[in-house]
């Protein structure tokens, strides 16, 4: 089993960036596909992006393509998101969850997850 704590959110303006990081309870870190996603007012959690464990390939939804990038160190057992260029409608609640020896893409089934972190944009 593992716990994931995220933190680095926050407000920022449009244009602006932020890190989020996720940090894993247990020894066993890098077994776990990591994802982030995020859930706005109103609307459904939707995948963000996605790592996997062995060969750390990495998949993104097509709004945040070239702008945020997932990355991992197995050595700290966590996982970050680099968000750049934000855009208002990147507003959301954002979560990490980790999935056991897993892809890291969006239709997998990620058993544990955060408690999320606020990121707001404003325009």
Do not use: H
């Not at 959110?9 to 247990?26: K, N």
């Not at 997932?70 to 855009?87: E, G, H, P």
Request: glycine content about 12%; hydrophobic content about 35%; overall charge positive.
């Amino acid at each position: 089993q593992v716990q994931l704590v995220e933190s680095g959110g926050g407000l920022v303006q449009a244009g602006g960036s932020l890190r989020l990081s996720c940090a894993a309870s247990g020894r066993t870190f890098s077994t776990y596909a990591m994802g982030w996603f995020r859930q706005a007012r109103g609307k459904e959690r939707e995948f963000v992006a996605g790592i996997s464990w062995s060969t750390r390939n990495t998949y993104y939804t097509d709004s945040v393509k070239g702008r945020f990038t997932i990355s991992r160190d197995n050595a700290k057992n966590t996982v970050y998101l680099q968000m750049n260029s934000l855009k208002p409608e990147d507003t959301a609640v954002y979560y990490c969850a980790a999935d056991q020896f897993g892809s890291g893409v969006r239709t997998a089934v990620y058993d544990y997850w955060g408690q999320g972190t606020q990121v707001t944009v404003s325009s």
